[in-house]
Structures are given as structure tokens and as C-alpha cells.
């Protein structure tokens, strides 16, 4: 990465409508630069999506962004990813149930764990007016989901989209 290009990696349910949202909001010239679907969080090496559906590998479904820093800031991903998921929810989103389906911020550096950790905290008072459940944890291993998952929604127009995912019309956060 360089001064131009940072990486984001979230999890927020099923990886097909957080990649989606991310992509449409944004896509574009407004920062996000590419968002691939896979895995993180968990011990099982080259772990696969019928692996990972099992619940035993210890994944996430994930979404790994590059942005542009200089148009979008961290932060305001961020705050995005917690409007557009339930983050009061352990394990689910909507009917999707399962430790794949956590809520968490993977952090790559120890200023992302400071953003990420604060954001939390601010919106864990301020919007959901309760704890969440989203973990912040610094980013392990990498997996690129198989390729018919990348841009998943894209390709089928019709594809199973989470209800849980939506975009929540939050307040902006206290500074």
C-alpha cells in the first residue's frame, strides 16, 4: 500500500451485499478503488465456502477493500459499515446464522485499531443505544472467495440479498 491506497476489511454477514453496498456507495471515483469477497478470522488454511458455511473453520465471511485515503477517509468506511448491517446482533444477520455471519472490523495497523475501536464505541452510544457485537481484531491470513462470488450480485441481478443489509439512517457521529 502507499500513500494513495490503504486496505479496509470488514465482515458484516453474507459477503455478496456488503461487497455490493460498499461498491455502490463508494464506487465510482468516490475512494474505494476494489473490494474483493473471501475469508478471514479463522485457522482453516485455503479454506473454501462450503468449509466456511460449516461454521468450523473459524471465518468470516469478509470483504477486503483498497482505497483511496485522500477521497475517502477510514474512518467514514467505517461508519458506513455500521449503517449498512446490524451489528447488535452475535452471530447473525437477518436469517443468516452462524460465526461466518460475525460482525467484525479487521484492522491492519495500530491506527486503524484506534479508528475502528472509537467508531465502535461512538456508535455502540450514540446510534444503537446498546453494546454491539462487532469485533475489532487486527487483520489475519487473507482468502479470495472462489470467483463466482466476486461481484455476486452484479452477475445474478436477483441473487439473495440479506434484509439485514440496508443503509440505516443514523445521525452523524459527535466528533
Known amino acids: 500500500m502507499s500513500d494513495t491506497t490503504q486496505r479496509a476489511t470488514v465482515a458484516a454477514g453474507c459477503f455478496w451485499g456488503v461487497e455490493h ?3 455502490k456507495n463508494f464506487g465510482n471515483g468516490k475512494g474505494l478503488l ?3 469477497v473471501g475469508y478471514c478470522g479463522g485457522s ?3 479454506p ?3 468449509a466456511v458455511c460449516t461454521g468450523d473453520t473459524g471465518h468470516a465471511e469478509a470483504v477486503d477493500m483498497t482505497f483511496n485515503p485522500n477521497i475517502v477517509s477510514y ?3 467505517l461508519e458506513f459499515f455500521f449503517r449498512m448491517h446490524d451489528a447488535t446482533t452475535m452471530n447473525r444477520q437477518g436469517p443468516d446464522v452462524g460465526t461466518q455471519y460475525r460482525s467484525v472490523i479487521f484492522t491492519h495497523n495500530e491506527e486503524q485499531e484506534q479508528i475502528a475501536k472509537a467508531v465502535t464505541e461512538k456508535v455502540s452510544r450514540e446510534w444503537f443505544k446498546q453494546p454491539v457485537s462487532t469485533q475489532v481484531i487486527p487483520a489475519a491470513q487473507w482468502w479470495d472467495a472462489e470467483e463466482y462470488h466476486q461481484l455476486y450480485l452484479d452477475k445474478n441481478p436477483g441473487g439473495y440479498e440479506c434484509p439485514a443489509h440496508f443503509v440505516r439512517n443514523f445521525p452523524p ?3
Open 21 to 23: 453496498l460498499f461498491r
Open 48 to 50: 473454501s465456502y462450503r
Open 34 to 36: 476494489d473490494a474483493k
Open 44 to 46: 482453516t488454511a485455503a
Open 75 to 77: 474512518r467514514s468506511l
Open 173 to 175: 457521529l459527535s466528533a
